[in-house]
């Protein structure tokens, strides 16, 4: 039949359509075969569709002008970064700290206790963090959980003026309690005011059933002073025998207000007078925290009775 009044006719520029794809026995899709270099033949052989793999070019934009090729008066322009995704060897820097299992992903203020009060019964592995009126004991918890204002912190000293507790969890789900107590070493405070916050402490180092690292913070530029050596005594020789034993884990602060090799010599004699390792701390650029946060859950997770509490645990002083 030919010319059918409104009937198109083909017209030799227009695409003629494609033969329809059909598929496999297996369900894939088919196409017709490619001919490179030679004429296809009569009839095409349906074969399945190779997965696309095309080799990824760079292009290099940093390719100096041959000399002369320039117009001498095109002011030079500022260069612009390359377009286009990059390379798969550089995962953007968010989605690397967003999978990582020991990232804080839960911080939050539990309780506190002064003198003549007590902290509620203990749950799970607490980490503990002393050191003298404004070392930065508060501000390294806030580093090392990542939040800016968890926990209060001030210029003056004497800013912590009971135990605080905040209770974390790790995107692997791990649960900490982290424990910031008063400074120590700060003069202005009464006589009377200075033993009943030492009564407090010494009770909790004492006696806390689950504690189980006790960082001390030493302001790197003053080094271990008599205060911080006694302390360190005190764990090591008061801690009920019949509590888990406690890591002690001494950290150098502020180490970004001096220099590197300086720094450096003053956590080597810090070291070699105490026999541990010390690691250099800065709340202001974020060393050590890395370091210090995988040591601490090392030292909480690393035996099974760390996140449990004992069966024969007595009841907490107050
Ligand atoms: N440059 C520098 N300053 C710091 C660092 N850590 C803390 N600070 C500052 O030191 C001051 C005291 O910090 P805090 O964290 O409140 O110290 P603290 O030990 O909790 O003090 P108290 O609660 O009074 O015992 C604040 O002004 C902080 O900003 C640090 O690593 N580098
Ligand atoms: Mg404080």
Same mark, same amino acid.
């Given at each position: 039949?030919? *010319?059918?009044? %409104?009937?198109?006719? +083909? ?20 196409? &017709? ?8 033949? +009569? ?5 399945? !569709? ?6 990824? @070019? ?8 041959? /000399? ?28 690397? =700290?967003?999978? $990582? &299992?020991?990232?804080?992903? +839960?911080?939050?203020? !539990? ?15 607490? /980490? ?13 918890? #806030?580093?090392?959980?990542? @939040? =800016? ?7 003056? &000293? *004497? ?5 605080? !507790? ?6 692997? *789900?791990?649960?900490? +309690?982290? /424990?910031?107590?008063?400074?120590? %070493? ?35 530029? @003053?080094?271990?002073?008599? $205060? ?15 509590? @888990? ?13 001096? *220099? ?19 690691? #250099?701390?800065?709340?202001?650029? %974020? ?7 995988? !040591? ?5 997770? %690393? ?8 069966? #024969? ?6």
């Amino acid at each position: 039949m030919r *010319g059918l009044p %409104g009937a198109r006719r +083909h017209h030799p520029f227009r695409a003629r359509r494609r033969p329809q794809p059909s598929r496999d026995p297996a369900g894939r899709q088919l196409r &017709p075969a490619v001919h490179l270099g030679r004429p296809a033949r +009569h009839g095409h052989l349906l074969v399945p !569709l190779p997965p696309l793999a095309l080799p990824v @070019r760079r292009v290099q934009t940093d390719v100096q002008p041959r /000399i002369g090729s320039v117009n001498e008066k095109t002011k030079p322009t500022k260069k612009k970064p390359a377009a286009g995704p990059k390379p798969a060897s550089a995962p953007p820097e968010g989605k690397k =700290k967003a999978l $990582d &299992p020991k990232q804080i992903v +839960h911080a939050q203020f !539990l309780a506190a206790a002064a003198p003549g009060s007590s902290l509620p019964a203990p749950t799970m592995a607490e /980490i503990a963090f002393a050191g003298r009126s404004n070392v930065g004991k508060s501000s390294l918890i #806030n580093t090392l959980v990542e @939040r =800016k204002g968890l926990v209060r912190t001030g210029a003056t &000293p *004497g800013v912590t003026r009971q135990i605080n !507790l905040f209770e974390a969890r790790a995107r692997d *789900g791990a649960m900490f +309690h982290l /424990i910031d107590l008063p400074g120590y %070493g700060y003069a202005k405070r009464s006589k009377a005011e200075r033993t009943a916050w030492g009564d407090l402490i010494e009770g909790y180092l004492k006696g806390r059933i689950t504690l189980a690292a006790l960082v001390i913070l030493v302001d790197v530029r @003053r080094g271990l002073e008599e $205060d911080d050596l006694e302390l360190i005594q005190f764990v090591e020789e008061a801690r009920d025998v019949q509590r @888990r034993p406690v890591e002690i884990v001494i950290v150098a602060t502020k180490v970004d207000k001096i *220099g590197r090799s300086a720094s450096r010599s003053a956590t080597a004699a810090m070291a070699k007078s105490t026999g541990r390792k010390v690691i #250099n701390f800065s709340s202001v650029t %974020g060393e050590g925290r890395a370091e210090l946060w995988a !040591l601490l859950r090392k030292v909480t997770l %690393g035996t099974p009775e760390a996140t449990s509490i004992p069966k #024969n645990a007595e009841p907490e002083p107050s």
